[in-house]
């Protein structure tokens, strides 16, 4: 098992920044990828940005050039900075960690901009 917890969301206006981060406990040795996914209200689940323990990354299109993600292996961390953010972005944001067969997932963490 893996546990997730994510932290730093919060209230910006638009055109700031904010980083998110997001701890893995339990069976981290397993841990291939970790990223990002948000749901924004009546919209689905979708992928921010995904990287690999390798450090392949992978983004949105939507968040291209804005977004940069970045993890600390030794830490079992990884982080999300978003600059430029735009309304659009508002969303709850989830940490997922993949693991073996399983994917894990955070509480979320509320992120607002504000226009």
């Known amino acids: 098992q893996v546990q997730v917890v994510e932290s730093g969301g919060g209230l910006v206006q638009a055109g700031g920044s904010l980083r998110l981060s997001c701890v893995a406990s339990?069976?981290?040795?397993?841990?291939?990828?970790m990223g990002w996914h948000r749901q924004a209200p009546g919209k689905e689940r979708e992928l921010v940005a995904g990287?690999?323990?390798?450090?392949?990354?992978v983004y949105a299109d939507s968040v291209k050039g804005r977004f940069i993600i970045s993890r600390d292996n030794a830490k079992n961390t990884v982080y999300l900075q978003m600059n430029s953010l735009k309304f659009e972005d508002t969303a709850v944001y989830y940490c997922?960690?993949?693991?073996?067969?399983?994917?894990?997932w955070g509480q979320g963490t509320q992120v607002t901009v504000s226009s």
């Open positions: 339990g069976s981290t040795f397993r841990i291939d990828d």
């Open positions: 990287i690999h323990r390798g450090s392949s990354t």
């Open positions: 997922y960690a993949a693991a073996g067969p399983g994917t894990f």
